[in-house]
């Protein structure tokens, strides 16, 4: 008996574009296009505005120039400005290095296309002279704009290697100390100071407007010292002889030696 087979049967091919996955796929990728396309280049998100605050005309214009420039970047070859791709913290570091008049930074982004800088800038408290070089001198002790002409409060004679702005050339409470002297010697003693001098580490020479010194002992018990000094100036030295001074010695003893003209 003949045996037939059954026709084989083939089953027919879906065309491509009824495949899930592939649909799945371009979705994801043409969504994510088009979020890549709105957050880093479309115009919605591009910095049209740096407000900065709290700064001098001339240095709050150098400074937009700065943080302008920093936020220009690439992706993928295409130019961009966008709000998520500004490294804050980068600009500061960049600010406090190109600006040593400043000394804090806060920058924050205002969505959708705008930054705000807040700066602060330093007080000057003193003047600060290495040989020929001046500056300006912060509460900090750091050293943070030239005045070539101004006449020095305090200069030293032991800073190590050259001196430039942002550096920091001694230390707060040093400074808080000579300032405190400064102030002592004008209000309490009435003597006009011209110039505190860091001779060494133990010797501040202090020079009077009316010509003699003053040595001190800056590691030394300055409240001792300034007591000395301001008994000796009561009891021996009136106001109209000290024109005969040369210098008085603080730092040795229990008595304020003085040294007169010959």
């Keep these: 008996m003949k045996q037939h087979r059954k026709p084989h049967r083939y089953k027919?091919?879906?065309?491509?574009?009824?495949?899930?996955?592939?649909?799945?796929?371009?979705?994801?990728?043409?969504?994510?296009?088009?979020?890549?396309?709105?957050?880093f280049l479309a115009d919605f998100f591009q910095i049209k505005e740096i407000n900065i605050a709290s700064?001098?005309?001339?240095?709050?214009?150098?400074?937009?120039?700065?943080?302008?420039?920093?936020?220009?970047n690439n992706v993928l070859s295409f130019p961009t400005r966008s709000i998520f791709l500004v490294n804050t913290g980068r600009i500061k570091e960049?600010?406090?290095?190109?600006?040593p008049s400043i000394s804090e930074i806060e920058i924050s982004r205002n969505f959708p296309d705008s930054l705000n800088v807040s700066a602060t800038e330093r007080r000057g408290l003193a003047s600060f002279c290495q040989e020929e070089?001046?500056?300006?001198?912060?509460?900090?002790?750091?050293?943070?704009e030239?005045?070539?002409?101004l006449e020095p409060l305090i200069k030293t004679l032991i800073f190590d290697g050259e001196m430039k702005l942002g550096d920091k050339v001694i230390e707060k409470n040093e400074l808080r100390r000579l300032l405190e002297i400064n102030s002592y010697l004008e209000l309490d003693l009435n003597i006009a100071v011209k110039e505190l001098v860091i001779s060494s580490a133990d010797k501040l020479t202090v020079l009077t407007q009316e010509g003699w010194e003053i040595y001190l002992n800056p590691r030394g018990e300055i409240e001792w010292q300034l007591t000395k000094l301001k008994t000796l100036l009561n009891e021996k030295i009136p106001q109209e002889k000290r024109g005969e001074l040369e210098w008085i010695e603080l730092r040795f003893g229990n008595f304020a030696n003085p040294k007169y003209r010959d």
């Design 55 to 72: 700064l001098q005309e001339a240095l709050r214009g150098r400074l937009k120039l700065l943080v302008q420039e920093r936020t220009e």
């Design 12 to 39: 027919k091919r879906k065309p491509i574009y009824y495949n899930r996955f592939l649909w799945l796929t371009l979705l994801v990728l043409v969504s994510s296009l088009a979020l890549f396309y709105f957050l």
């Design 133 to 144: 070089a001046c500056f300006i001198l912060d509460g900090e002790g750091i050293v943070f």
């Design 94 to 99: 960049d600010i406090l290095k190109e600006f």
């Design 146 to 149: 030239n005045n070539g002409d």
